[in-house]
């Protein structure tokens, strides 16, 4: 700042490059944004000087004493001096080529303070026109220089206005140079740009023009907000609600368009609708976002509910009235909207106030009076219950489905939410965001914001001493290791995840390969698997695993998920269902099929499937219902981008062929007991007997069982004879688990079952 002026003696001031700063000769020389000196200081400057980061040009006046410099208020005020500072100059000397302005882009606004907060308080405007205004800059500012962020003074119509130039274009420069500093020219196009709040508004602007004033930043940036894992999404909500409203009024006339009143953000709980909704009201120079829960909306007064939707739409036909299609845009978010948008004759109250507020609600988005300067952002988890009159064109039309993030976009949120503890150095050096991101499939925003907090959770009480609370923490020992998220990941399980617990525990006793048909069925089932995962041909498989009680058929369809390590697994067992109604199971069948569908590769286990439908071969009878609701979730295709396995298993397999459910299988894979061989590697394997009673055992176990048994039921027969007693008499203690079982227990226990 040396460099430029200082406040030194006379000596300073006499010096051949520097000047003190008085004020302008005139309040109309003001207005030229020259620079004014003696004849005898112009003499050895020269028509432009430059001073700081600015190029003035220059002009005698006779009322400016030698070495002195008359400079106006804004020229002081973006140099940084005061009147009797003394400043330095150089002289300069214009590029002769590829320095014109092509075009400029101009922010206006008024150099009285508060005027603007005068007009926009009684909701009026001062109207610019665009062209009058250029012939003015063109006649008061022409072959001058400016530089980006310069700001001038100019009258226009008796009123004083600050210009500040925000780009340039120069004659001849390289596409994605940005031009710092030209010539204003007679033929230089001019943009100007208004900002909501300044009270300005420019009329005639040229079509080309696009109206960047709509975002209070020019940055399109989501990632700065805080919301990751959704460039998809926004790009959606870009497209088709606000493009049309960057473009001037005067195009979307002539393509005879309306623009965009109504959005619908639908998805899972914790995907982050809110925070989109409350983020985009930011982002936008509209009014300010009326936020409303839609419970709220409702009242125990007769006709207050509709008079509260009536409210919400007061300002913005207000303003429409009173300036038409250059009012602000209004922005009105629906939290919930589901609660107040019920489909109407689903409500059985009696008073009809849903279907009033739903009625009320549609003539004020797309009326006969309908208002063309609204924005309605709805939320919801449930849009199969939202009226359908609210989802047609001219509505909430704009349907994006907020789902769960992928992979990438799960980095993103890992690294928003880790940002600050990055920052702080908190973050230790182990973690790898990249490998918590992979193993956190499934995961809502939420869920991935949970988790960092449990994994600081831990690093935190790492630092607490129970024994003394009030202890001194040092915070530089504060550390979020990987460890820590181990831990988390532990705690913090996702809402559409895969159920291990359900799995693990229909393989209590594990899997062991009895043989060849065995690894035979557990080779076919894999490549079920791979082709849901790899091909694009076939979105869903549906497999059934049929059999005798007792052969594995869910243990194996469990080991099989476990092992596809499918984001989303659950299992659908027929114990959740018990006292259940035939409508209650449906809802139940139609939530998990619905929630496999929200993410990307999904695998459903239907086990004892003849449970589900009530079959009892006395009659026989079944439930219908469920069967048909089966039948049609079964062959139902999942949504673009989705994909699923589904996995039943049956005891019944001759009844289900009557019913036709077999052929809504894909595949359908015979679980076959055990043979005698099979029998003795399964007991070989598990060290049930010695090697020298293992013989005897599966000669007994094929004299007094028969030639096949269910693999469940040998389990079963050695776990008895191993914690029985072999003899009435016989009171020892029970036998250790992990010893051979006595080969006279065995037979024992065979003859007892056999009788």
């Known amino acids: 700042m040396d460099a430029l002026f200082g406040r030194g003696s006379s000596n300073e001031a006499s010096s051949a490059s520097a000047l003190r700063v008085v004020n302008c000769p005139s309040q109309e020389l003001a207005k030229t944004n020259k620079a004014f000196v003696s004849a005898s200081d112009f003499s050895r400057i020269g028509p432009y000087a430059e001073m700081g980061d600015r190029v003035f040009m220059t002009d005698v006046s006779s009322e400016i004493a030698d070495g002195s410099v008359g400079l106006n208020s804004a020229q002081r005020a973006q140099l940084r001096v005061s009147v009797g500072d003394v400043i330095r100059w150089a002289s300069y000397e214009p590029p002769s080529r590829e320095f014109d302005c092509v075009g400029m882009t101009i922010e206006l606004e008024f150099t009285r303070p508060g005027m603007a907060a005068e007009l926009t308080g009684r909701n009026q405007h001062e109207a610019v026109e665009a062209e009058a205004l250029t012939s003015v800059l063109r006649r008061t500012f022409s072959s001058q220089v400016f530089t980006v962020?310069?700001?001038?003074?100019?009258?226009?119509?008796?009123?004083?206005?600050?210009?500040?130039?925000?780009?340039?274009?120069?004659?001849?420069?390289?596409?994605?140079?940005?031009?710092?500093?030209?010539?204003?020219?007679?033929?230089?196009?001019?943009?100007?740009?208004?900002?909501?709040?300044?009270?300005?508004?420019?009329?005639?602007?040229?079509?080309?023009?696009?109206?960047?004033?709509?975002?209070?930043?020019?940055?399109?940036?989501?990632?700065?907000?805080?919301?990751?894992?959704?460039?998809?999404?926004?790009?959606?909500?870009?497209?088709?609600?606000?493009?049309?409203?960057?473009?001037?009024?005067?195009?979307?006339?002539?393509?005879?368009?309306?623009?965009?009143?109504?959005?619908?953000?639908?998805?899972?709980?914790?995907?982050?609708?809110?925070?989109?909704?409350?983020?985009?009201?930011?982002?936008?120079?509209?009014?300010?976002?009326?936020?409303?829960?839609?419970?709220?909306?409702?009242?125990?007064?007769?006709?207050?509910?509709?008079?509260?939707?009536?409210?919400?739409?007061?300002?913005?036909?207000?303003?429409?009235?009173?300036?038409?299609?250059?009012?602000?845009?209004?922005?009105?978010?629906?939290?919930?909207?589901?609660a107040i948008c019920k489909a109407r004759g689903s409500v059985n109250s009696g008073t009809g106030v849903h279907d009033s507020i739903v009625n009320q609600l549609l003539t004020k988005i797309d009326g006969v009076d309908a208002l063309n300067n609204i924005l309605l952002i709805g939320m919801t988890n449930r849009k199969d219950m939202l009226d359908e009159a609210m989802l047609r064109p001219g509505r909430l039309e704009v349907h994006i489905e907020i789902g769960l993030p992928d992979e990438s976009g799960r980095i993103q949120i890992l690294n928003i939410h880790s940002n600050k503890m990055t920052e702080n150095k908190f973050l230790g050096a182990d973690v790898d965001l990249a490998e918590l991101a992979k193993r956190t499939g499934n995961f809502s925003g939420a869920e991935i914001e949970g988790l960092v907090k449990s994994a600081v959770s831990f690093a935190l009480t790492r630092q607490v001493d129970m024994n003394d609370i009030g202890a001194t923490i040092e915070e530089e020992n504060i550390k979020v290791t990987m460890a820590d998220f181990e831990l988390a990941l532990l705690e913090v399980k996702p809402a559409f995840g895969a159920s291990t617990d359900q799995f693990e525990r229909c393989m209590l006793n594990g899997m062991i390969s009895y043989g060849e048909k065995y690894e035979k069925l557990v080779s076919t089932m894999q490549s079920l698997i791979e082709q849901v995962r790899v091909s694009e041909r076939t979105p869903m498989l549906t497999c059934l695993l049929e059999g005798n009680a007792g052969s594995g058929k869910s243990a194996l369809a469990a080991a099989l998920?476990?092992?596809?390590?499918?984001?989303?697994?659950?299992?659908?067992?027929?114990?959740?269902?018990?006292?259940?109604?035939?409508?209650?199971?449906?809802?139940?069948?139609?939530?998990?099929?619905?929630?496999?569908?929200?993410?990307?590769?999904?695998?459903?286990?239907?086990?004892?499937?003849?449970?589900?439908?009530?079959?009892?071969?006395?009659?026989?009878?079944?439930?219908?219902?469920?069967?048909?609701?089966?039948?049609?979730?079964?062959?139902?295709?999942?949504?673009?981008?989705?994909?699923?396995?589904?996995?039943?298993?049956?005891?019944?397999?001759?009844?289900?062929?009557?019913?036709?459910?077999?052929?809504?299988?894909?595949?359908?894979?015979?679980?076959?007991?055990?043979?005698?061989?099979?029998?003795?590697?399964?007991?070989?394997?598990?060290?049930?007997?010695?090697?020298?009673?293992?013989?005897?055992?599966?000669?007994?176990?094929?004299?007094?069982?028969?030639?096949?048994?269910?693999?469940?039921?040998?389990?079963?027969?050695?776990?008895?004879?191993?914690?029985?007693?072999?003899?009435?008499?016989?009171m020892s203690d029970a036998a250790n688990a992990n010893e051979p079982v006595a080969l006279e227990r065995w037979v024992a226990c065979l003859r007892d079952l056999a009788q």
């Open 149 to 338: 962020g310069q700001k001038a003074a100019v009258e226009y119509c008796g009123k004083n206005y600050f210009i500040t130039i925000n780009h340039l274009v120069v004659e001849g420069a390289r596409e994605g140079v940005q031009s710092m500093r030209g010539m204003f020219t007679p033929s230089t196009t001019v943009v100007y740009e208004a900002m909501a709040s300044s009270g300005i508004k420019i009329l005639g602007q040229k079509a080309t023009v696009m109206n960047t004033g709509l975002f209070k930043s020019k940055d399109f940036s989501f990632s700065k907000l805080g919301i990751g894992g959704l460039d998809k999404q926004f790009e959606d909500i870009f497209r088709r609600a606000f493009s049309s409203r960057i473009f001037p009024q005067s195009v979307v006339q002539r393509l005879g368009i309306q623009h965009v009143k109504g959005m619908l953000l639908h998805g899972p709980p914790g995907t982050g609708k809110t925070l989109i909704a409350r983020q985009i009201g930011k982002m936008l120079n509209g009014k300010e976002p009326k936020i409303v829960n839609g419970p709220e909306i409702m009242s125990k007064y007769v006709g207050q509910s509709e008079e509260n939707i009536r409210k919400l739409f007061g300002d913005a036909e207000d303003e429409f009235k009173a300036r038409g299609d250059d009012s602000e845009l209004h922005i009105i978010i629906f939290d919930e909207i589901d």
């Open 561 to 730: 998920a476990l092992k596809s390590a499918f984001p989303f697994m659950k299992l659908l067992t027929s114990d959740g269902f018990v006292g259940a109604s035939e409508a209650a199971k449906c809802q139940a069948l139609a939530k998990l099929f619905d929630d496999a569908y929200k993410s990307p590769l999904s695998l459903i286990v239907l086990d004892d499937i003849e449970r589900l439908l009530e079959y009892v071969s006395i009659g026989p009878r079944f439930s219908n219902v469920v069967l048909q609701a089966l039948l049609v979730l079964l062959k139902r295709q999942p949504p673009q981008g989705r994909k699923l396995l589904v996995i039943g298993t049956t005891s019944l397999p001759l009844v289900f062929e009557e019913m036709g459910l077999n052929a809504a299988f894909n595949v359908s894979l015979h679980v076959p007991e055990l043979s005698p061989s099979e029998a003795a590697g399964v007991l070989s394997h598990i060290g049930a007997f010695s090697a020298d009673d293992l013989p005897s055992a599966c000669q007994a176990l094929q004299a007094l069982a028969g030639e096949r048994i269910a693999i469940k039921k040998l389990f079963m027969l050695l776990e008895m004879a191993r914690h029985g007693k072999a003899h009435e008499d016989d």
